[in-house]
């Protein structure tokens, strides 16, 4: 019976990969085949198509200029504000802690009109600062590090200290070397929020220099009446290429981060 229920969680397991698996091999084979003498043939001609044609250049460094910004401002604020959560006691505390939580029951479209007033009047409609801002720190990832943080053992930070180090020094030579792994998580879902980011870049932007990835490959390849699909599946292969390095890079921490920050509610 062990042997029956391990053969068919490790097949329920099987199928649920291959499912998952199957619209990412779908989208590069479309994006590889082109039609040939009789039928399809494999080629890169959809990727350098896609790059040479229009200013998708732009798009991708678009997004990763802002995903960079985006993921750095997470990873310092984000910790710095978990820290206080987690170290300090200070009037209000308890009060801030739900304020922080009440934020993550907030859904995004809920605060985009007023965003977009508030940048309209300042003036910052269709600039980096408008992509940028409003994503610089996010409620889940100071409640991910205030857990993390926690899971820390204090000692390391009072012999620091005895050492002669300054809160800062702390911070930055104790604490943040210790969360490394919750760093990662913080890194990955941010720059995976934001590169997918399509409704505010939307909204946020107007012209095509400013235009992130999913906005451009939005806009691109329709015609009046058909989709260049081939193109178009390119084009977005092109944009998972981060998403899967950043992956590769981090996937060793993810586990441990959000495991041992879940530790201590």
């Known amino acids: 019976m062990k042997r029956f229920r391990r053969a068919a969680l490790y097949a329920g397991l099987a199928a649920l990969l291959a499912a998952s698996l199957y619209p990412l091999v779908w989208m590069f ?3 590889l085949r082109v039609p040939g003498d009789g039928g399809w043939r ?4 959809h990727f350098v198509s896609v790059w040479r044609s229009g200013p998708f250049d732009r798009y991708f460094l678009n997004s990763v200029w802002v995903a960079a910004w985006v993921v750095g401002a997470n990873m310092l604020l984000a910790s710095m504000v978990g820290y ?5 006691s200070f009037r209000g505390r308890r009060v801030l802690v739900l304020g922080v939580l009440a934020t993550l029951m907030v859904p995004r479209q809920v605060t985009m009109i007023p965003v977009y007033l508030l940048f309209a009047k300042m003036h ?4 980096y600062a408008a992509l940028i801002v409003p994503f610089a720190v996010d409620a889940f990832n100071v409640f991910l590090m205030s857990q993390y943080i926690q899971t820390i053992p204090e ?9 002669g180090a300054g809160d800062f020094a702390v911070f930055f030579r104790v604490v943040l070397p210790l969360a490394r792994p919750a ?7 941010t720059f995976l929020t934001n590169w997918n980011s399509f409704l505010y870049p939307l909204i946020l932007t107007h012209s095509e220099s400013m235009r992130t990835l999913p906005v451009g490959l939005a806009l691109y390849a329709q015609g009046e009446h058909s989709v260049d699909w081939g193109p178009l599946m390119a084009g977005s292969a092109l944009a998972t290429i981060p998403i899967l390095l950043v992956f590769l890079v981090f996937q060793r921490y993810i586990i441990e981060g959000i495991t041992r920050g879940a530790l201590k509610g």
């Open 183 to 189: 760093l990662a998580v913080v890194a990955i879902n």
């Open 124 to 127: 910052w409609i269709d600039t």
């Open 155 to 163: 000692e390391l930070e009072d012999a620091a200290r005895v050492d």
């Open 42 to 45: 494999p080629s890169l001609e």
């Open 84 to 88: 206080a959560l987690a170290r300090r």
């Open 29 to 31: 084979v479309i994006a």
